[in-house]
């Protein structure tokens, strides 16, 4: 399967577009254990590299003192994850997404809000992330809806199905 890549960026606050406020959807710091475990549940079905990750990359992956993970909690259960890459003056939002029993709920538009308003109070310049043709078909109209704009899109090669990866 060809996979396309959409870069999406937001370069003011302002461009924000929030979803409809939903009260029990809220962000809370993510313990390394509870990282690595939703991070799984939620990227297994859409072939994140993570997935795979040995030991030594998950302990490097979870320490990485430029970064900061949120648990997106509904209902005070750990619904899903939003990480943040953080290099001044902008930030990437590296990982968004919601665990396979929260989705379809309709708190992805409002978890995506609260996760790009937490990006600004880390950035003052630019606020950006990527998707892809693997994601959830809904990831990129969402994206779009909230302000974020495609600034590149690429096509990765085929994958030999012989291959190892």
Same mark, same amino acid.
């Given at each position: 399967m060809r996979e396309t890549v959409t870069y999406l960026e937001m370069t003011s606050p302002d461009d924000l577009d929030p979803a409809n406020e939903i009260p029990t959807v809220t962000l809370a710091p993510a313990t390394p254990e509870i990282?690595?475990?939703?991070?799984?549940?939620?990227?297994?079905?859409?072939?994140? &590299?993570?997935? *795979? @990750?040995?030991? !030594?990359?998950?302990?490097?992956?979870?320490?990485?003192?430029?970064?900061?993970?949120?648990?997106?909690?509904f209902d005070q259960q750990n619904a899903g994850l939003a990480r943040y890459a953080i290099t001044p003056p902008e930030? &990437?939002?590296? *990982? @968004?997404?919601? !665990?396979?029993?929260?989705?379809g709920r309709g708190i992805g538009a409002y978890a995506l809000t609260l996760t790009l308003q937490k990006a600004w109070e880390l950035s003052t310049t630019r606020v950006w992330l990527h998707t892809s043709t693997l994601d959830h078909p809904n990831a990129l109209p969402n994206y779009q809806k909230r302000g974020l704009r495609p600034f590149r899109v690429s096509a990765k090669p085929d994958k030999d199905p012989g291959s190892a990866e």
């Open positions: 990282h690595r475990a939703l991070n799984i549940r939620i990227g297994e079905k859409y072939l994140w &590299e993570s997935v *795979t @990750f040995t030991e !030594a990359q998950w302990a490097e992956y979870l320490t990485d003192p430029n970064t900061q993970t949120w648990v997106i909690r930030v &990437e939002i590296t *990982t @968004f997404g919601l !665990a396979p029993e929260f989705v």
